[in-house]
């Protein structure tokens, strides 16, 4: 598949100044703001000037969109020009951007620039890469090198290596491989792409390794490396050394530690090599596990486990790739490599024996490979005799076996088709690019073939003469070539990656044999390669059809194209070994009458042995004949078959081979005939050459366009769909054809998948694509849609959207207040309703929740607001004393020491209690409080609701709130199951609410119960009970004091009439004695 892109680079951009007009432009993400400065790239000052003027009073600036597999997001430049202004410029905060400051490997954003967002005018590509984050820019790899020591080495250099990073491929170091004559362990490094020779910085690291063994012993050298998303594995002719975990800088210099195999000498590392399936963990789930093979090209000793060994980060310990087992010890197969099947969980062999080589799938269990086969071993033909490795394409399940041979398995290694044979030829390393979808093969001779992700087509696209090289592409696909000396790179303004850039524009793929055309209809015609019975059995393959010429387009000198559809070999023809089928797009041209005067007669055909006839001109005359320029032309002859003319034997008879034996009219007179020249005398007059992208494609989720590298989350039970735009992008493929296209899922035990299609009236052609989980099951699965037509020219051929089976880290729940609140409101402790009540409590410093024994005693473990210097109120009784913990002010002296950031103060979480200032405020009583959940999601909020079930509890353990809710019968079965597997009530989240009965801070936590989902969703929320009329327990002490009074005076009323005792008679008589004295 393709996409439209503009084929020339329009737009500089850079984050650092102004950007020369040579130069990809690579932006850097530090912790502060992001400054853009984007400059229209014109021939002079003044012209890029008076376009941007142009554009912008025109109300056009251009937009910025940041690309990532997970995320997209668009900023618009600033519309207003200072005077004399020659670009464009926008400051995005990085908070904008992300939030996210951890080391960590992650993955560096792709950056496109349009004059309008949606219209893609001038859109021009550039990379975005967080300096802070990526892991190996925070360490100082070794000694950092001058020119002049850096030129002290190169002399003794035999050989390079180079190795990205799995996430930023703009991250890369190229070591140096030595000769006997010189000493240690030299890499460059480059954190944009290895553009510029002279951006390159050489580190010196001989003493980290030196460190690491006993003596200093001579003939240390680079062998091989791998860089990792979180380690960087060196493998050097004194041994094999990992580096510490890149995410955890402690020292000034990045150490290692030495991996001992036992038995192995300095001889045996040299012949050694790393194998890596290269996956980015940006995103990192606990199932996913780098793994590192080393292979030593040896045969192994009774007393060696194994001559290859395997590990899982940190690379600590290392395992014999080969399970021990009774089966395993009487095999007699040379391991050739192993690698891990990151999707799968399966362990992929590559073996061979003196007769055989073959493949082997092994299933894994605790990272460890089961001696039992998954699946019946597939075995090579004997062709395939120089078997040299396996590799996975990046971020895909495709693997490709290598050697004089190249195969493609798009079933994890259950078979395999051929996609080359280089005869004596042998491909000797590989290269790739997930944004392109290119695999480069390098061949022992010094051949470059291209071939795409998912396809069987490959193209030759160049020779390389260097004899020290390494190929290296960057994020954006751009292929480099590096040597000691001097980088390669596309100095064009090419707006896309390109394997070719490096190489000539064009390179024809055909070979020195003379063609023969036989039509098989007006739209079809086959061509079959002439091979004399004279050539040498090992140069045949040099002038035949091979698998390379599939999907190509073939040209003759004079006007015409057909396209190749189909390869075929022939082993019972004389003289034609190979034909192509192929489908003409232009007519061809034929001979005239001047070029070849033979044409004006009539022709006989007759016998002449040995698979050959002579075509005798039936009615010569002196300006009819044949000449020595006919040879090798081809006789056509409408309804019967062609003569490719090998012999000139006179001026009237000429020696001719026939494509179709069977239709050859022997003896008859023919009067209709022409004549077309692919021959090779004088120089050919035929080639072939790779076909035009011929599809391009749109991909779209919700009626967003996607990016071309997207990975997504699915939730237990939830689905996902997207569609894809296929679109002809050549005249003569716009027809009712559906194209040839193959779907493959790297886990078909995590997904099913649905797809339907249908044509649009534009003459593109339309899949929708839905997916669902299976089970409660982690895991990762790419689906690869690949067309198979789609030509090697194209940008991209396959679609390969990573689908995790797991919780994403965009999916969480949170609670949906009854009276909203903002940023700016909770930050500033005032928000007053209508009737001039303050919603927000600000909570005082120190603070701790009453508990059951009283609003003096608390005993819950949470602080709220907590400043370490201040003294910490409620705190005299003993229960209060042995509790209560600080958290992130643990280690404070004053409130500032805690570095609370504002997202923490707002936070309701208990873990950032301590950062707590400001809570929501109610009177009392709280009656009927919704509790409305919601889970935001990547398309949208969607209520919480069954068959989601929640458990709510109250975190400081307080009492005096209770629940209300509805359980629908049908789920009530399975709330009393986890009420008793759970040990606590679970409720419906619809419909619930909560009424509180006591006074001051209650703090609640909901949980999603497991099972139904693989995301750990829980929401915490606060609400501060106000106004209550008198504290617990005061409304008691008083109601029971009135009631003694009450019933006292009731009993000494009683006890006055019993003894008839009227205090009121004998107050009376007391006052008027009293007063008559």
């Not at 016998?607 to 044949?626: K, R, V």
């Amino acid at each position: 598949m393709s996409k439209l892109y503009e084929t020339k680079r329009y737009f500089a951009c850079s984050s650092e100044g102004f950007q020369k007009m040579n130069r990809m432009f690579k932006l850097f993400l530090t912790s502060s703001e992001l400054t853009i400065q984007c400059f229209f790239l014109a021939d002079r000052k003044y012209t890029s000037q008076g376009v941007i003027s142009t554009f912008t009073s025109g109300g056009l600036a251009p937009s910025l969109e940041i690309i990532n597999s997970t995320y997209i997001g668009v900023f618009h430049f600033n519309l207003t020009l200072f005077s004399d202004q020659v670009f464009w410029s926008i400051v995005i905060p990085r908070e904008n951007i992300t939030k996210m400051r951890a080391i960590m490997s992650m993955e560096e954003w792709l950056v496109r620039v349009s004059l309008h967002h949606g219209l893609k005018l001038y859109a021009t590509e550039g990379t975005l890469l967080d300096v802070i984050r990526e892991p190996l820019l925070q360490w100082k790899l070794g000694v950092v090198m001058n020119r002049r020591n850096l030129l002290k080495v190169l002399p003794h250099v035999t050989g390079v290596q180079v190795t990205k990073c799995p996430c930023a491929n703009d991250v890369a170091l190229l070591g140096l491989i030595l000769n006997s004559t010189y000493n240690g362990i030299y890499l460059g490094f480059s954190f944009s792409g290895f553009w510029e020779y002279k951006n390159t910085t050489w580190y010196n690291l001989t003493e980290s390794i030196y460190s690491q063994l006993e003596q200093d012993l001579p003939g240390l050298s680079i062998v091989d490396m791998v860089l990792t998303n979180n380690f960087l594995v060196l493998l050097t002719s004194l041994g094999l050394f990992v580096s510490a975990d890149l995410r955890f800088p402690t020292a000034s210099v990045l150490t290692f530690s030495r991996a001992d195999f036992c038995g192995f000498e300095r001889t045996d590392y040299i012949r050694g090599k790393l194998w890596y399936n290269e996956h980015c963990f940006a995103n990192r789930e606990m199932y996913e596990v780098d793994y590192i093979t080393i292979t030593f090209d040896r045969n192994r000793t009774l007393s060696e486990a194994s001559v290859c060994f395997y590990s899982d980060e940190p690379f600590i310990d290392w395992f014999p790739c080969i399970p021990t087992s009774k089966r395993t010890r009487s095999v007699s197969s040379e391991i050739i490599t192993f690698l891990v099947d990151l999707e799968r969980k399966n362990g992929v062999y590559f073996l061979s024996t003196k007769k055989k080589t073959f493949v082997s799938i092994n299933s894994m269990a605790n990272n460890l490979p089961n001696s039992r086969r998954k699946f019946p071993a597939f075995y090579f033909p004997l062709s395939f005799s120089v078997p040299i490795g396996i590799v996975f394409h990046p971020r895909s399940n495709f693997i490709y076996a290598y050697g004089n041979q190249v195969w493609l398995s798009i079933d994890g290694g259950n078979t395999f088709d051929i996609i080359a044979d280089f005869y004596d030829d042998v491909i000797k390393r590989t290269f790739h690019s997930f944004y392109t979808d290119d695999i480069t093969f390098v061949s022992q001779k010094g051949k470059v073939y291209l071939s795409k992700a998912g396809i069987i087509q490959y193209t030759e696209i160049g020779v390389i003469n260097d004899k020290i090289f390494t190929l290296y592409y960057d994020h954006l696909g751009f292929i480099h070539k590096l040597t000691p000396y001097a980088f390669d790179a596309d100095t064009s303004f090419s707006a896309m990656g390109s394997s070719k850039a490096i190489f000539s524009k064009s390179f024809d793929i055909g070979f020195e044999s003379p063609l023969a055309i036989q039509y098989i209809s007006l739209q079809q015609v086959m061509f079959y390669a002439y091979v004399s019975p004279n050539e040498p059995a090992a140069t045949i393959h040099t002038k035949e059809f091979t698998r390379m010429h599939f999907g190509k387009v073939l040209f003759p000198r004079k006007p015409g194209r057909a396209y190749i559809m189909r390869v075929l070999k022939h082993t019972n023809q004389r003289g034609f070994s190979s034909s192509v089928i192929a489908k003409i797009s232009d007519e061809f041209g034929v001979e005239t009458v001047k070029e070849s005067s033979c044409l004006k007669s009539s022709l006989l055909i007759a016998d002449a042995g040995n698979d050959t006839y002579n075509i005798t001109l039936n009615s010569p005359c002196i300006d009819s004949i044949f000449k020595d320029s006919d040879l090798e032309k081809t006789v056509v002859i409408p309804g019967y078959s062609s003569f490719l003319i090998i012999r000139i034997v006179d001026n009237v008879t000429a020696l001719a081979v026939a494509t179709v034996p069977e239709r050859v009219p022997l003896n008859s007179t023919i009067t209709k005939w022409l004549l077309f020249n692919f021959g090779v005398v004088g120089g050919r007059k035929w080639s072939i050459y790779p076909r035009k992208c011929n599809y391009w494609y749109q991909q779209y989720e919700y009626n967003d366009q996607l990016p071309s590298s997207v990975e997504r989350y699915l939730d237990l039970g939830k689905h996902y769909s997207f569609r894809i735009k296929i679109i002809p992008s050549l005249r003569a493929l716009r027809a009712s054809e559906v194209p040839l296209m193959q779907l493959s899922i790297g886990n078909p035990t995590l997904l099913d998948t649905s797809i339907t299609f249908f044509f649009e009236n534009a003459d593109s052609y339309e899949l929708n694509v839905s997916m669902h989980t299976k089970f409660l099951v982690r895991g990762t699965s790419t689906l690869a849609i690949t067309l198979l037509e789609a030509s090697t020219d194209c940008f991209t051929t396959s679609f390969l959207p990573i689908i995790k089976t797991s919780c994403s880290y965009l999916r969480f729940m949170y609670h949906v207040p009854s009276q909203p609140l903002s940023e700016e409101d909770l930050n500033s402790g005032n928000h007053m309703d209508e009737f001039g009540f303050n919603t927000i409590k600000t909570l005082p410093i120190n603070y701790r929740p009453p508990s059951k024994m009283g609003i003096a005693i608390p005993v819950t473990d949470h602080f709220y607001h907590v400043d370490p210097s201040k003294p910490i109120p409620r705190n005299l009784f003993q229960q209060s004393k042995n509790t209560g913990k600080f958290k992130q002010c643990a280690a404070a002296a004053t409130r500032k020491e805690c570095n609370c950031t504002n997202d923490q103060k707002l936070s309701h979480a208990v873990a950032f209690s301590d950062c707590k200032e400001h809570v929501p405020r109610f009177k009392f009583p709280v009656n009927q409080y919704p509790v409305s959940l919601q889970i935001f999601t990547r398309s949208g909020s969607v209520p919480v609701e069954i068959p989601y079930l929640v458990t709510v509890t109250e975190v400081n353990k307080r009492e005096n709130w209770a629940l209300k809710h509805h359980t629908p019968p049908d789920v009530k079965k399975l709330q009393t199951y986890l009420k008793s597997s759970l040990n606590v009530p679970v409720y419906n989240p619809e419909g619930l609410n909560i009424s509180i009965h006591g006074s001051e801070l209650f703090h609640f936590k909901v949980s999603v119960v497991p099972g139904v989902t693989f995301c750990n969703l829980v929401e915490e929320f606060q609400i501060y009970v106000d106004q209550v009329p008198l504290p617990f327990p005061g409304h008691t002490l008083i109601a029971i004091a009135a009631a003694i009074l009450l019933g006292g005076f009731v009993f000494v009323v009683f006890m006055f009439q019993l003894h008839n005792i009227h205090p009121w008679e004998m107050c009376r008589k007391k006052c008027i004695g009293e007063t008559s004295m």
